[in-house]
Structures are given as C-alpha cells and as structure tokens.
C-alpha cells in the first residue's frame, strides 16, 4: 500500500464518519425492525416467552454484535485492506498466492454474499411497510390486508432500482445525515423504554445467553441462534465497503452505532417484560416490538424513518453488489457485463444487467413469501456461508502477515466455531425459505465454476504460437498492395496472450481467414492487476516499427477503455521514434499524424475434432453459451464508435481426433452404381 493510500485510510474525519454511517451501516442498522419479531415469533408467540428468555435472547444479540461484529471485522478484518480496498474478493486477491484452492471459498463467498444483496432489499423495505399496521388510520382502513403492504413495497422497490441508472452521487450525500439521525432515533427510542426497567442490564451478563440456549422454555434450542444471527448480516459490509468509508472513520463511528443498536435491542426487551402477558397484544399477529414500543406520536415518524433507512440499506447492498460483480469480472470469475459509470464519485458503478436481475428476483421473493416473517427465512442463511469463507481466509492472510501459527489458528478456530453453529442453526430454515437462498447462490456460484474451468481449459489446451515465427508473412503482407488496406492500424483484443505468444487463432484471423493488411499491428492484452486503481502500460515493439506488443496493466476497479489508453501509448511511440508517424492525407484535424484503428473481435466457435473429456467439452460449451449471451466486447472495451471486426474462428482444444480417412473408388464402379440404381 501507498504511503499516501495507509495515510488516507487511517485519517479520521468528521465527513468520512457520516459517509460510513450512510454507506457502510445501512444493513445492521435496519436489523431492530426485524430481530427481536423473529426470535419471538420462533418460540412460538409472546405468550410463550419468560423473563429470562427475553434477557437471553437480548444478551445473544449482545455478545454476536461483539464477538462478529466489534472483534472479527472492525478489529481484526479492517487490517486485511488491498491497497485501501477490501471485500471478500480483495482478501483473496492479498492471499491467492498462498494457495489455489483459496479461489474456492472466495467463489463461495462472493456468490453468497450476492444473493444476500438479492434478499437485502425485500426484506427491509417490506418490514418497514408493515410497521403502517401500527398507525391507527391505516389499520383502520387495510387491516391486517397484506396485499396493500406487497404493492407499496414492490413499488418502492421498483423506483429504487429505476433510479440506478442514474447514479446517486448528489443522493448519497444525504446518507450519513440521515442515518446518524437515524441510528440516533434508533437509541432515544430504545431508552426512552429501557429507563423504565433497568433490570435488562443482567443481559450483559454472557450467563443469560448461554443459559437460554440449553432452557427448555427456549423451544427453539440453539437453533434460535438462526434468528438471532439477523442482528449481525450487515458486518460484511463493514469490510466490503472499506473502500468507500476508511477504516479509522469506520473505527471510529463503530462505537457510537454500536451503543445505538444496543439501546435499541435493550429497549424492545424492556417493553416485552412488560406487556407480555397482556392477552392485547399476545392476541397481535405478527408482533413487531419495535414499531410497538414507540409511543403512538412517534409512529408515523417511526414507520417513515424506517422506509427511509431501509430503502438506504437496500440501496448499499445494490452498490455492492454491482461492486463485486465488476470485481469478479475483472479477476475472471463471471463474465464481462457492460458496467457505466454515472459519476464522478470515486467506486460509483452500475451494470444494467445486473440491476435488472436484481429487481426481477427482489420483486420475485416479495410476491412469492408475502410476509416479511417468511421472508427472513429465507434470510441470514447466505451470509453465514459469506462470514465463513471470510474466516477461512482471514486464517492465511494472518499467517501470511507473520502472526504467530498458534495465535492465528486460535483466531481461526475460534471464529469458524461460532459461526459454524450460526451456519447450522441458520440451515434448519432450508425448507421453510432458505433454499431460495441457497439457490441463488448456486447458480452465481455454478456461472463462477464453469467461466473459471473454462478459463482453466483454454489456457491448458490452446494453442500458442510465437509472433517472431510470423513476422516476415506479416510484413510481406502489410506492404502488399494487391490486399486492400483495411485500416492503418489494425488491433488485435485478447487476454491469451503470453510474451510474445499468442493462440493460434487469432494469427488465423490475421493471414488466413482474411488477410488483414495495415500499417501497424497491435496485440493488446489487458492485464487486470491485483490493485485496484492501477494504470499502466508494457510496450514489446519486437525489434520492428509495424508490430506493437501491449500489456495494458488495469486495477481490478478501473474501466478498460481501451480506445482512450491506445490513443495515448501511440502518441508516447511516436514522440519516442518507435513508430513512424501516420500523416492523414484527409482530415478534419489539421496535421493529424495518427491514422484510424480497425479492432478485431474473434469470436470462438468449439470445434467437434477436439480431444476434450465430455464434461470438458460440457464446460466449454456452457460457457461459449454464457459468453454469447453476457458478454458484448465492444461495449466493454469501450468500442461503440470505434471500426470493430467481429470474425467467427474455429477454438480447436487439445489434440485433434483423428477421422476416419475416406477410401478413393473408380469412377466405372461409381457409374455402375449409379446404372443399376
């Protein structure tokens, strides 16, 4: 990391605190609206729950805020920052080399964490929506009738998504405001309750959590500890949204959200002791304790405020997630998407396909599960699978930074433990919703395995030949004037290209498919480096002045306008006399002296005479398919306006098989044949 990156990300700012607070907090800080109605709801109902249930479950909340929240991500996972960055794909890109199958738990993890960002969105606004059945007028004209909470939801749903395109630079602003007012109502509410029993302190006490977990008024078991994990989903985005916040601002503003939540949580629990056996609201279906404890002026405010906090959460979720699908594209884990950047804001990014995605399965799970009781089912499950992946590389990032082998496997087993008993208690939701988390992440994570085998396959059974062995061909070829010149420079786009080794098809397309006659010839790799803001470029001239070899070194998180970068390195060329300048007869600019650019796009079609194993060619088949479908390559190189060739060429892997040869007859035998028939 830069002197100036370290310095940035330990500088503490008023500014940068509120941006946390509004980009980085908006999952854990929408989890009172649903925690506590869960966990009661999963004992069976307010008239089930004792004193000490009540105590223990706020005490399991507690201590899971601590130990997952406090001491695993901000203490220990806020130090494993790639160059300023962090998320579970930045962690992997710090310790792959430490091994290959860490590739594994980071595919795991990324494809959980973005079905979490799926449900993210469902769950909180729809929660919200129903804290409406708390104001008198609206019960009194919709009742319990849920169909007016699903079409409210799903319109602001709706609107959310639709304003993703645009970007929400001036929106974003107002966040961290917004939810320190937010997490501030969070705390007044919660002691305005917790002040009239203070008794709910003992919840400190890890003696109460524990005990509830072995009581037999706790009819759940340690299986509450699925309900009970909902407090917690938002602590990856502590990690993932390192970037955007800071980790001293992060650190910082911890404490303050920390004591938010906790008043909160202790508040519910005051007002449970006492109306718990009020048969009023033990007769309530759906109990929500945190739109019920408020104070009836304050419920309008509250119901408005908590649609406003969820729509924020539900809006960081969408950015990260269109985050991680452009980090996973540029580590080669999915497929190349079209990805726009609509502001100037520093990581501000939208992917249209993926936003459309999104909004289908966020609209498809509020139609589907109705409530949001069935929804939180279905919730929390993935992201304990995310939190575990993240232990596991967390493990080899430590042992990688020299902490000592005891002290990190400690760590290691330590966490890994906990949250392999959240995993498991989580799992038991699997029929009662879970699975359509679990189906979600199956398959993104299915997509992920077969681009990446593909990959796999390609660089293990494509063929490479050297440019030098073609170099004569290609100057013969560029100053024979019986070819028409298709352009003065010529670029061939590829990502399979080793030093000065390229696949075979490609030189294919040059001389044989159709020969290409230019000036100059350009092989361009764009190689994504493990930083994300890196720019850089490696220039090969392979002692000719026609042939320009170019590594285009981009971080993870730039754009690959490739257009833009060329224009530069054939300007720095020519002022440096490696190449001949390229004066335009005809032009519009005056003195122009670099010619136009013809780009290449070779699209592999699998041949049938390769010796690939079936579920090789399976593999490859799926993914030329995906590839068809996702993948646009002019837009992604930023060529919409530029002169694109887009050739079809035969992808030939491994060794051919070898066909039957045809037996040769004389043509009498052929006429008697034709004679008799």
């Known amino acids: 990391m830069s002197k100036q990156t370290k310095q940035q990300m330990d500088t503490f700012k008023l500014g940068g605190a509120l941006i946390a607070m509004g980009v980085v907090y908006g999952d854990i800080g929408t989890s009172p609206l649903y925690v506590m109605k869960a966990i009661i709801e999963g004992n069976g109902g307010l008239a089930t729950i004792s004193e000490d249930f009540i105590l223990g479950a706020v005490s399991l909340i507690f201590w899971t805020l601590t130990l997952l929240t406090s001491i695993k991500y901000v203490m220990i996972a806020l130090n494993a920052d790639n160059h300023g960055e962090g998320g579970i794909f930045s962690l992997y890109t710090l310790v792959r080399k430490s091994g290959k199958y860490l590739l594994f738990p980071a595919m795991i993890g990324g494809a959980a964490l973005l079905a979490d960002g799926a449900l993210t969105p469902a769950v909180t606004v729809t929660t919200a929506i129903?804290?409406?059945?708390?104001?008198?007028?609206?019960?009194a004209a919709f009742g319990d009738n849920q169909q007016v909470i699903i079409v409210i939801t799903v319109c602001i749903?709706?609107?959310?998504?639709m304003i993703q395109r645009f970007g929400t630079q001036a929106v974003?602003?107002?966040?961290?405001?917004?939810?320190?007012?937010?997490?501030?109502?969070?705390?007044?509410?919660?002691?305005?309750?917790?002040?009239?029993?203070?008794?709910?302190?003992?919840?400190?006490?890890?003696?109460?959590?524990?005990?509830?977990?072995?009581?037999?008024?706790?009819?759940?078991?340690?299986?509450?500890?699925?309900?009970?994990?909902?407090?917690?989903?938002?602590?990856?985005?502590?990690?993932?949204d390192l970037g955007?916040?800071?980790?001293?601002?992060?650190?910082?503003?911890?404490?303050?959200?920390?004591?938010?939540?906790?008043?909160?949580?202790?508040?519910?629990?005051?007002?449970?002791?006492?109306?718990?056996?009020?048969?009023?609201?033990?007769?309530?279906?759906m109990l929500n304790p945190f739109f019920r404890m408020m104070p009836e002026e304050f419920t309008v405010i509250g119901v408005v405020f908590a649609t406003v906090a969820a729509i924020i959460a539900s809006q960081s979720l969408i950015s990260g997630s269109y985050t991680l699908v452009s980090e996973a594209i540029k580590l080669r884990l999915l497929p190349r998407l079209k990805i726009i950047y609509p502001t100037e804001q520093k990581g501000q990014l939208y992917i249209p396909s993926v936003n459309t995605i999104l909004l289908l399965v966020c609209i498809?799970?509020?139609?589907?599960?109705?409530?949001?009781?069935?929804?939180?089912?279905?919730?929390?499950?993935?992201?304990?699978?995310?939190?575990?992946?993240?232990?596991?590389?967390?493990?080899?990032?430590?042992?990688?930074?020299?902490?000592?082998?005891?002290?990190?496997?400690?760590?290691?087993?330590?966490?890994?433990f906990i949250e392999g008993i959240f995993f498991i208690s989580s799992a038991t939701k699997f029929l009662h919703g879970g699975y359509v988390a679990v189906l979600i992440a199956l398959i993104i994570l299915g997509i992920m395995l077969i681009w990446h085998r593909g990959n796999v396959i390609e660089e293990n059974s494509s063929q490479r030949v050297s440019?030098?062995?073609?170099?004569?061909?290609?100057?013969?070829?560029?100053?024979?004037?019986?070819?028409?010149?298709?352009?003065?420079?010529?670029?061939?786009?590829?990502?399979?290209?080793k030093g000065h080794k390229v696949n075979k098809e490609i030189l294919y397309s040059l001389l044989d498919k159709r020969p290409k006659r230019a000036k100059v010839y350009w092989f361009v790799n764009v190689f994504v480096t493990d930083q994300p803001y890196t720019k850089e470029y490696y220039?090969?001239?392979?002692?000719?002045?026609?042939?320009?070899?170019?590594?285009?070194?981009?971080?993870?998180?730039?754009?690959?306008?490739?257009?833009?970068?060329?224009?530069?390195?054939?300007?720095?060329?020519?002022?440096?006399?490696?190449?001949?300048?390229?004066?335009?007869e005809y032009s519009i600019i005056k003195g122009r002296d670099v010619g136009d650019f013809a780009f290449v796009m070779i699209r592999e079609e699998l041949t049938r005479v390769t010796s690939l194993s079936t579920l090789d060619t399976l593999v490859m088949q799926a993914k030329l398919a995906i590839k068809k479908i996702a993948f646009d390559p002019v837009r992604w190189f930023g060529l919409e306006y530029s002169d694109v060739i887009v050739e079809h060429v035969p992808l030939v892997l491994g060794e051919r098989k070898m066909v039957s040869r045809l037996t040769q007859i004389n043509t009498s035998d052929f006429d008697d044949e034709y004679e008799e028939e």
């Not at 749903?157 to 998504?161: A, C, N, R, S």
């Not at 706790?218 to 990690?239: D, W």
């Not at 503003?253 to 004591?259: L, T």
């Not at 290609?474 to 590829?494: A, H, K, S």
Request: hydrophobic share 50%; aromatic share 14%; charged share 15%.
């Open 130 to 139: 129903e804290g409406l059945r708390g104001i008198p007028q609206f019960y």
């Open 157 to 161: 749903i709706f609107l959310l998504f």
């Open 172 to 240: 974003g602003r107002t966040f961290g405001p917004v939810m320190f007012c937010w997490f501030t109502f969070l705390g007044l509410m919660g002691l305005i309750n917790f002040t009239d029993n203070l008794s709910v302190l003992r919840a400190l006490n890890p003696y109460y959590a524990i005990k509830v977990l072995v009581s037999p008024e706790n009819k759940a078991g340690i299986f509450i500890l699925g309900s009970v994990f909902l407090a917690t989903t938002g602590a990856e985005a502590l990690y993932s």
């Open 244 to 285: 955007h916040a800071g980790r001293k601002n992060i650190r910082v503003s911890w404490p303050y959200i920390k004591v938010m939540l906790t008043l909160n949580y202790f508040g519910q629990a005051a007002w449970l002791l006492r109306i718990k056996n009020d048969a009023y609201y033990q007769s309530i279906d």
């Open 364 to 416: 498809s799970i509020v139609l589907y599960f109705r409530t949001s009781a069935h929804m939180e089912s279905a919730y929390g499950l993935a992201i304990t699978i995310t939190m575990l992946m993240t232990t596991i590389l967390i493990l080899f990032y430590l042992l990688q930074s020299h902490v000592p082998k005891l002290l990190a496997f400690s760590i290691f087993g330590f966490f890994a």
């Open 467 to 497: 440019i030098y062995d073609y170099v004569d061909q290609i100057d013969r070829l560029r100053n024979d004037t019986r070819v028409p010149q298709t352009q003065t420079n010529i670029v061939f786009l590829t990502t399979k290209i």
């Open 539 to 584: 220039v090969d001239m392979m002692d000719t002045d026609f042939i320009v070899n170019v590594q285009l070194r981009l971080g993870f998180r730039v754009s690959q306008e490739v257009n833009i970068y060329l224009r530069q390195i054939v300007n720095d060329l020519m002022a440096d006399g490696r190449l001949p300048r390229q004066p335009q």
